[in-house]
């Protein structure tokens, strides 16, 4: 055991450096649970390394289809992520310049737009959904939109799902091609 005693000094120097790390007491409080600071020291001494955990995406999966729709190719834009995809929190929210305001665009000539872009799938969206740590908290406000799977139901009409916080939780929904999208449902897109 140790006798370890901090000074004003150094108490004030971690307060600083967990206010510089946009730290919540919540995350200082685990912190100090358990073994968590006795296996960062063996990372300070060059025992052990912190390593990211990447969170790989097959999006070449068929989808999710919800009930009464169906997925096919030909309806897909062709810039869409494909293969294995590995989860990137610096990906880009892309809206049009008819998006923002009062303004809105219809789905069909967004889907235009967006054919040169590199569009995530909604197998993404179901990835976040079932790791919403993964989902930056900017995106809450808003239905974001993944352009990379687009459904057709049985009338023949066309979606794309979103990912959106109803206020207790992140969910899914979609939106209409034949109808306007805003200022708040912008496409992900990868960021380079």
């Known amino acids: 055991m140790s006798d370890l005693m901090l000074d004003v000094d150094q108490a004030g120097e971690l307060k600083a450096a967990f206010r510089r790390g946009d730290w919540t007491n919540a995350e200082i409080k685990k912190l100090?649970?358990?073994d968590i600071l006795k296996n960062f020291r063996d990372v300070l001494r060059g025992f052990s390394e912190i390593k990211p955990i990447l969170h790989a995406i097959d999006c070449d999966v068929n989808p999710f289809v919800p009930d009464g729709w169906s997925y096919r190719e030909e309806d897909q834009l062709p810039g869409r992520?494909?293969?294995?995809?590995?989860w990137d929190p610096s990906v880009k929210l892309y809206l049009s310049k008819k998006q923002g305001g009062d303004k809105y665009i219809v789905g069909n000539d967004l889907r235009k737009e967006l054919k040169p872009q590199s569009v995530l799938p909604a197998n993404v969206l179901d990835y976040l959904l079932a790791h919403p740590e993964l989902i930056p908290e900017d995106w809450n406000g808003k239905a974001i939109f993944f352009w990379g799977t687009?459904?057709?139901n049985s009338r023949g009409n066309l979606y794309v799902r979103c990912l959106y916080w109803d206020g207790g939780g992140w969910d899914w929904d979609y939106?209409?091609?034949d109808y306007g999208f805003s200022g708040s449902n912008p496409?992900?897109?990868?960021?380079s």
């Open 150 to 152: 687009i459904y057709r």
């Open 32 to 34: 100090c649970e358990g």
């Open 175 to 177: 939106g209409w091609l």
């Open 81 to 86: 992520i494909r293969g294995t995809w590995t």
């Open 187 to 191: 496409a992900v897109v990868r960021a």
